[in-house]
């Protein structure tokens, strides 16, 4: 079993929650629930998987807050 980090943020137009695998070209979906998403990802992270194992473009390391005066 492998396990991706996927980013994760809202669409304020649609409400609907959007994710991507940061670096796996293709792993990303959406969802109008967390849930939704994330079966929605599982789903094609297990289509692009069934090519072989891809290499990945970049790794996800974290977040970062960033304070800009003004």
């Known amino acids: 079993m ?6 994760v943020e809202r669409d304020p137009d649609t409400g609907l929650y959007v994710g991507y695998v940061p670096g ?5 979906s959406q969802g109008e629930t967390l849930d939704e998403l994330n079966e929605n990802l599982r789903e094609v992270i297990a289509m692009l ?16 807050s960033v ?4």
């Open 2 to 7: 492998r396990t991706y980090t996927a980013v």
């Open 24 to 28: 796996f070209p293709g792993a990303h």
């Open 49 to 64: 998987l069934e090519d072989g194992e891809p290499s990945l473009e970049a790794e996800f390391v974290g977040i970062q």
């Open 67 to 70: 304070s800009v005066a003004g």
